[in-house]
């Protein structure tokens, strides 16, 4: 993998950037859609491309769960059986791990843990990470790491950062040369010394990109932005920076501003099959009887497949009668809106208008809040 930082801004941290990878090249700032076990819910990978997304997240902890990575690496790599020939990016599977508190016990060496699936015990390490996503084929890996609840006590946080550099440690080690880029993952709850203490270990070992983890996590969005500053100073400014399960595309827009280059998050896509739709105008409750007559595309100002297509009234009543349809055509355009929101970015980052951008996106995004609250 290659970053290049093809423009920077002169009025924030946001910069334009480009991705290369054995599977093609992503233009940063960039989105990318969560197809957890090797699929984005309620559409194709067809539909991905059409859309213009340009990498997707697989997950480890569920891929290895089910259907299992030997066997994905023996029907030739996750690209393959899945139908996708764009970039991967594999989340290591900490944060998975994280969220079954009571089904885990943490130590030097990883996590056993039950399924979620079948109640089966498993051993999670560093090592076992690493060699699921090698033999899933990733073009970008995690290291594996452990993620703090929120709120928890420096303390607990601060032996969770130590752990989490010597896991970084022992999964640089296993990465072999012709691989998939390896990002290291800044942990340090919601305390800017340990995020800096844990970046600056992290970049002592060196990795291809740096993300920050363990946010998003009930944390509110003045304090997620805090820690990406106080971590940012720490990282080196040649590489890709993620910022790991987050969020609105007002968490984009802050984010970006910071020097982010990187997102993926479940919002759009589980959002569309709750109902709630984003648009340029704010955020649409589809089920709103409001919309049962309305004639009007859900976005005059989208060009994806479902503004093109439908009225607002058709998508109320696929939604409201649980036609399956709905979730396809709804994820469509979220996704889109995802997409499209990076774009404008870039375009505002190269143009140098990133902050009047910032402030037509939240002029923009209140019409639409007091009808439809």
Excluded at 96 to 118: E, K, N, P, W
Excluded at 300 to 326: D, G, I, K
Aim: proline share 5%.
């Amino acid at each position: 993998m290659r970053f290049s930082i093809q423009y920077r801004s002169r009025e924030c941290q946001g910069r334009i950037g480009c991705l290369e990878t054995a599977h093609g090249k992503i233009e940063t700032p960039v989105f990318m859609p969560v197809g957890t076990q090797a699929s984005v819910k309620a559409i194709s990978p067809e539909e991905l491309e059409e859309l213009g997304a340009e990498i997707i997240l697989a997950n480890t902890y569920h891929l290895y769960l089910r259907p299992g990575h030997d066997l994905i690496g023996r029907l030739g790599g996750l690209h393959r059986f899945m139908h996708w020939n764009r970039p991967i990016l594999t989340d290591s599977g900490g944060f998975q791990v994280y969220s079954l508190a009571r089904l885990r016990t943490v130590s030097s060496d990883g996590v056993v843990f039950q399924s979620h699936i079948d109640g089966s015990r498993h051993f999670l390490g560093p090592e076992k990470a690493m060699g699921i996503q090698q033999a899933l084929g990733s073009d970008i890996m995690m290291t594996f790491d452990e993620c703090v609840p929120f709120p928890a006590g420096y303390d607990d946080v601060l032996v969770a950062v130590k752990r989490t550099t010597r896991w970084a440690e022992r999964c640089a080690t296993r990465k072999g040369p012709g691989e998939g880029a390896l990002f290291g993952i800044v942990q340090g709850g919601m305390y800017p010394d340990l995020r800096a203490m844990s970046a600056r270990e992290l970049v002592a070992i060196g990795f291809d990109g740096y993300a920050l983890g363990g946010l998003s996590v009930g944390e509110d969005a003045e304090t997620r932005l805090a820690v990406i500053q106080a971590a940012r100073p720490f990282l080196p400014e040649e590489k890709p920076l993620y910022l790991m399960g987050v969020g609105t595309p007002a968490d984009l827009v802050e984010a970006v501003c910071l020097g982010v280059d990187m997102f993926d998050c479940v919002m759009p896509t589980r959002n569309a099959r709750n109902g709630t739709l984003f648009t340029s105008v704010g955020r649409v409750a589809i089920k709103n009887a409001r919309y049962a007559g309305d004639d009007r595309p859900l976005d005059p100002n989208c060009s994806c497949y479902t503004c093109r297509h439908y009225s607002r009234a058709y998508l109320r009543h696929l939604f409201m009668a649980r036609e399956l349809l709905a979730y396809r055509l709804n994820t469509i355009h979220n996704l889109a809106y995802y997409i499209d929101l990076m774009r404008a970015i870039r375009k505002a980052i190269e143009t140098e208008q990133m902050l009047s951008f910032r402030t037509w996106f939240y002029q923009s995004q209140e019409i639409n809040q007091k009808e439809d609250a």
